[in-house]
């Protein structure tokens, strides 16, 4: 399965500058899809995983499947101010601009360990926000799983000693 053959380079998006990898082709493929999952699934059936959390947006695309698989609740991260309930939130640098990510205060048991899940590490700054989240609401970093990794941006030099495990690099 070349999955690369499924990622569109978008030059210039959202801003000159950023080629925007383009997942849509992929999950228009329900075969390539299935693959990723699996993959995914595979890879941490037998590793201890409480939780699977998705990062807005395209996060959740992976992290829902994926909990379904591994039977795991779900739990999403989002942009600030689009959880209804008490949150926790951070604020990081994005490859392009800067975002806050919030969790749900009771989103993860103390001691839970948590698989978070994104479709793309560029500088890492995202996941890196997000393992600080679990790790402000009581819960441990099991592991950061991303369909695509941009080795060049060095974004798992931000993640320290997590677990990192992405199914595509690039270049
Ligand atoms: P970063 O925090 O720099 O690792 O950026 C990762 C987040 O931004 C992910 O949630 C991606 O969805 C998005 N992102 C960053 N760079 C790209 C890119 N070149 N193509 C597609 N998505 C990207």
Known sequence: MNLKDLIRDVPDFPEPGILFKDI?????????FRYVI????DHYRN???????GIEARGFLFAAPLALQLGKPLVPVRKKGKLP????????????????VEVHTDAVAPGERVLLVDDVLATGGTLAAGAQLIEA?????????????????????LLGSHDLLSLVQYP
């Open 24 to 32: 849509t082709p992929l999950l228009k493929a329900p075969a390539a």
């Open 38 to 41: 699996d993959r995914f699934a």
């Open 47 to 53: 590793r201890p995983v409480d939780v699977i959390l």
């Open 85 to 100: 309930f008490t949150t926790h939130s951070v604020e990081y640098a994005l490859e392009y601009g800067e975002a806050a």
């Open 137 to 157: 609401v009581g819960g441990q970093v099991a592991g950061l799983a991303v369909l695509i990794e941009l080795v060049d941006l060095h974004g798992r030099d």
